[in-house]
């Protein structure tokens, strides 16, 4: 017996782009295979009348596959995805993972995932069994490797060196160069986690693409992320968790916790000033590990108090985030990819942690 096709809906109200800029009243339609369709479809369900409606949520920092304890399994990690949809996060930027989800991409229930492979570190420099552990000599054939198989690609910039007793870089600058050349040469894209200082200069002047946490911006790095167009993903609700990084520090590395003091108390100002500089940011909020998944809208919040205010830190989780990614909206014919809350989200974004319905692809989740 052939299933029963799914019908046309239909919804109408205040149409957002999930932009600063665009809306307007109107309607649009979703085809019995997902689709978005702007011109009428006979037959079709009215679901939504009055509401406001806008593509789904992106969490351009998310790791489905990571657990508190590392790799998960995949029914673990498909629960992950299943959360951080039902939550409005209906695209995520995978930054990086151990596990390969793609057998999870039929899943009507998981969102959409752009992936950025593995992590890549050098051994010993980074959490155990995460990455793919590197010499420098080995980084750029690992990144051509990864970029031909991923959009992104993931690098750790800085981390603890148990010598130094403190964040310190991992790459040279000229090992830098070449990954990052190997994988536009792909066509992907670089990001990388850098948490402190001295990292950054070598990343931004290798053409890093993006940077991930970014807490030891100065102004001369944001200088220079401006003048590159490179882009910012705070991940402010995992910075909140510097104090208890610190504090697991101990007397073992002494310098390591003041140094995370330091960079958790000037936080605030320093993303602030990359935002008020011009850098591009958006929406990520480091699920996995020490995040739990479906926590979209706390970091919309955050990135509203801390410079962006309710309508752009809507965009840099919402349209500006789709197209930074190369994914579309609200276009005829895009997966019907959607949410629907009963009140303006750029007034205030607290309205996003009720929606009145999420569509992945058509399909209703919530």
Not at 280 to 287: E, I, L, R, S, Y
Request: glycine content about 10%; hydrophobic content about 45%.
């Amino acid at each position: 017996m052939s299933p029963t096709p799914r019908p046309a809906l239909h919804l109408r109200g205040v149409l957002l782009d999930g932009t600063t800029e665009g809306e307007h009243a109107g309607e649009l339609w979703v085809t019995p295979e997902g689709r978005i369709s702007l011109e009428p479809l006979p037959d079709a369900d009215t679901v939504v009348d009055g509401e406001w409606i806008l593509p789904g949520l992106v969490d351009a920092h998310c790791h489905v596959g990571i657990g508190p304890d590392g790799a998960v399994d995949l029914e673990t990690a498909r629960e992950q995805g299943h959360t951080d949809a039902a939550a409005g996060a209906l695209l995520v930027r995978d930054c990086g993972s151990p596990v390969d989800t793609r057998p999870l991409d039929d899943d009507p229930r998981m969102p959409e995932i752009v992936r950025a492979g593995r992590h890549l570190a050098r051994p010993r420099r980074y959490i155990r069994d995460l990455p793919i552990d590197l010499e420098p000599d080995e980084l750029p054939a690992a990144v051509a490797e990864q970029a031909r198989a991923n959009p992104w690609v993931k690098l750790i910039g800085d981390w603890i060196d148990r010598g130094e007793g403190d964040l310190a870089p991992l790459w040279p600058d000229d090992v830098l160069r070449a990954a990052i050349d190997a994988a536009h040469a792909e066509g992907a894209r670089v990001t990388a986690h850098v948490f402190g200082e001295d990292a950054l200069p070598g990343l931004l002047g290798a053409g890093i693409d993006g940077i991930e946490h970014g807490t030891g911006l100065t102004d001369t790095t944001i200088a220079m992320m401006v003048e590159r167009g490179t882009v910012l993903v705070p991940t402010l609700i995992n910075v909140e968790n510097f104090p208890e990084f610190a504090d697991a520090a101990g007397e073992k590395f002494p310098r390591y916790g003041t140094h995370m003091r330091e960079l958790y108390a000037r936080a605030p100002l320093t993303i602030s000033a990359a935002i008020e500089a011009g850098v591009p940011v958006f929406a990520g909020t480091d699920a996995g590990g020490g995040i739990v998944h479906g926590r979209i809208v706390d970091e919309v919040v955050a990135l509203a108090r801390v410079g962006l205010g309710p309508a752009r830190a809507l965009a840099a989780a919402c349209g500006d985030a789709r197209a930074w990614l190369r994914r579309p909206g609200l276009t005829h014919g895009a997966p019907a990819d959607l949410l629907v809350v009963p009140d303006d989200p750029r007034a205030d974004p607290e309205v996003l942690r009720a929606p009145t319905a999420v569509l992945r692809a058509g399909t209703r989740l919530a």
